[in-house]
């Protein structure tokens, strides 16, 4: 079984401020790793995600995230954000053995001030 | 269009009635997921479809949960005799593979908003 811990509820920063969201998760096989956003009445959509391989990703807007499996950890980090990235952002986890339950975090609700 | 889409967007319900959620996948994906997102929460897995077989129905909180996608296509959620704790949103998404079904992205519908009165 698998579990998902977003470690803040709510972050809230200056625009061009450094950001970052945790996501830690615990997990008895091996995992991939994802990062959905949710922007204001929309509906989930893919940010980015870890299979394999290079254990930093990057999404088309900027974010990035390592995986960090000594730690346990899938941290979400942009160098600079902008007003259009209030959003809820939710860590999710699925063991990667063939299963089909994708563990969702309570989602981190990011608002960023002018 | 072609994303997910979820009818009815909102449904009030008296509690003992039953419901029933429509989801419709995106043409020609292999898989779909339900969920169940209460507020302030994350999106709760309840069962997942590989076409029309369901394969994974452990996070149906009780028997008055059921869900079907009998040609591999649309999928029905039905909620039988609600309670206040069933109100939620519920959400649909559907990936396109199925061999490393989770390695996919999942694309999500816009949600069913259940209030049980």
């Known amino acids: 079984a698998q579990s998902v811990t977003q470690l803040d509820s709510q972050v809230p920063v200056f625009e061009e401020a450094p950001v970052e969201l945790r996501c830690n998760y615990s997990s008895s096989v091996s995992v991939y790793l994802f990062w959905y956003v949710q922007y204001p009445n929309q509906g989930l959509q893919l940010l980015l995600k870890?299979?394999?391989?290079?254990?930093l990703v990057e999404s088309i807007n900027g974010f990035e995230a390592e995986f960090n499996k000594s730690q346990t950890s899938f941290h979400l980090r942009k160098p600079s954000v902008h007003i259009s990235d209030t959003a809820e952002y939710f860590c999710?986890?699925?063991?990667?053995?063939?299963?089909?339950?994708?563990?969702f975090g309570a989602g981190t609700r990011l608002f960023v001030k002018a | 269009g072609a994303g997910v889409s979820q009818s009815p967007r909102y449904k009030v319900a008296k509690r003992g009635q039953d419901v029933a959620l429509r989801c419709d996948p995106i043409?020609?994906?292999?898989?779909l997921f339900w969920y169940q997102q209460a507020l302030g929460q994350g999106p709760e897995f309840l069962t997942y479809f590989q076409n029309e077989a369901q394969l994974d129905k452990s996070g149906l909180p009780s028997d008055r949960f059921f869900a079907e996608r009998p040609e591999g296509s649309v999928s029905t959620l039905k909620i039988q005799r609600t309670q206040q704790e069933d109100s939620a949103v519920y959400l649909c998404?559907?990936?396109?593979?199925?061999?490393?079904?989770?390695?996919?992205?999942?694309?999500f519908g816009p949600g069913t908003r259940l209030t049980v009165l």
């Open positions: 998404a559907s990936s396109r593979g199925s061999g490393l079904a989770g390695s996919d992205e999942q694309f």
């Open positions: 043409s020609g994906h292999v898989s």
């Open positions: 999710a986890v699925i063991g990667n053995t063939g299963g089909f339950k994708t563990i």
């Open positions: 870890y299979l394999s391989g290079s254990t």
